[in-house]
Structure formats: structure tokens, C-alpha cells
């Protein structure tokens, strides 16, 4: 299931310019792409450009999305960050033993992100929440206004007790240049 947003989404924002969250999350639920997979499965972007959206993520993929492949894609001059991997904000689904209810298996690879996050700067350029077995690998990311990648939820929240799904996940080989420029 692909879904295409239509800016109906705003959120709040400071003084400064900026979604007073982490990664563009906020109490008004998860951010939006502009182009949405909520429970997809053995879908491939290949060769395709996100430019010029004012959406939280050019590109959000969740809600149990599985098989998902993002390849030399080109993410540039993006209100919000180019891509939100997983979900954050479904507690009882992040620590489901049932392998069919995760975000798993997706691979965000030889993607060029260029100039994202200038509006809605909180949102990290490549934002992976509750995943498994994702790769991140071979990206050329240069000029964020916060961080390039970021990968994890929950800030030690599981650590006493039940484990979430999130495991081999592979960060390698990115590039990654003029980053945080916005926030620290």
C-alpha cells in the first residue's frame, strides 16, 4: 500500500525554525513522507528523485513494511529529511515476537542527500526507529540540519525489560559531510 500525503499535516514549530522533537516526532504522532509504504511488501525504488517537498520525510516506510529496497535514489532540497524507516510510536508492536508485525528487512543503499531537513531541521536525513535486519550502506549525505543517520527509539527504555525487535542492523560505507548545521 502506497499513500501519497498532501501537506495536510503541518507541526508545530519555534521560534527558531525548528519541530522541538527528536527525528520530527512529536506528540501529533509519527512524521509523514510525502510518499508513504505502510505495510508494504517487495517494493523497489530504484533510479527515482524526491526533490523540493515540504513533508516531515520525502520517503516513510512502516507499518510492518517488509522486503523494501531504496537504491540510487536522489533526495534533494527537502523540507524534512529524506527517509524514516520503521515506526516509533507503536509500543505494543515494537516488542511483538512475531516476526510478520516488524519493519524488517529493508535496504536504503547508494542514495545521493543533498540539502534536507531546512525547514523542519530536527528530522534526521535517513531516520530508522524500531527495525530489523536493515542496512544503511554506500550514501553520499551531505548538508542536514541535524543528524545523517539515526538509528534506534526508546532512549534505554527496554533495557530492564522486554527487548524490542531492533537487531542486525548495519550501518557501513556512507559518506557523510556538512551535517548538523541547524541543531547539536
Not at 35 to 47: L, N, P, R, S, Y
Not at 158 to 165: C, E, I, L
Request: charged content about 10%; glycine content about 12%; overall charge neutral.
Amino acid at each position: 500500500d502506497i499513500t501519497f500525503s498532501h501537506a495536510t499535516w503541518r507541526q508545530p514549530s519555534s521560534i527558531d525554525g525548528y519541530v522541538p522533537s527528536q527525528s520530527a516526532v512529536t506528540a501529533l504522532g509519527e512524521p509523514p513522507g510525502s510518499v508513504m509504504i505502510q505495510g508494504g511488501h517487495g517494493i523497489e525504488f530504484q533510479a527515482c528523485t524526491f526533490q523540493n517537498s515540504g513533508s516531515p520525510y520525502g520517503l516513510s516506510v512502516g507499518s510492518a513494511s517488509q522486503d523494501i529496497v531504496i537504491q540510487k535514489c536522489r533526495f534533494q532540497s527537502l523540507s524534512g529529511g529524506a527517509a524514516k524507516l520503521g515506526n516509533v510510536l507503536i509500543p505494543k508492536r515494537c516488542l511483538s515476537t512475531n516476526p510478520a508485525e516488524w519493519d524488517a528487512r529493508i535496504l536504503f543503499q547508494r542514495n545521493l542527500i543533498l540539502n534536507v531537513s531546512t525547514e523542519f531541521r530536527g528530522a534526521s536525513a535517513v531516520f530508522a526507529g524500531y527495525v530489523a535486519s536493515t542496512v544503511v550502506d554506500h550514501n553520499t549525505i551531505h548538508g542536514t540540519g541535524y543528524t545523517a543517520i539515526s538509528v534506534g527509539w526508546g532512549w534505554g527504555s527496554h533495557v530492564n525489560g522486554t527487548q524490542t525487535f531492533a537487531k542486525d542492523n548495519h550501518i557501513t560505507g556512507n559518506h557523510i559531510s556538512s551535517i548538523m548545521q541547524a541543531l547539536n
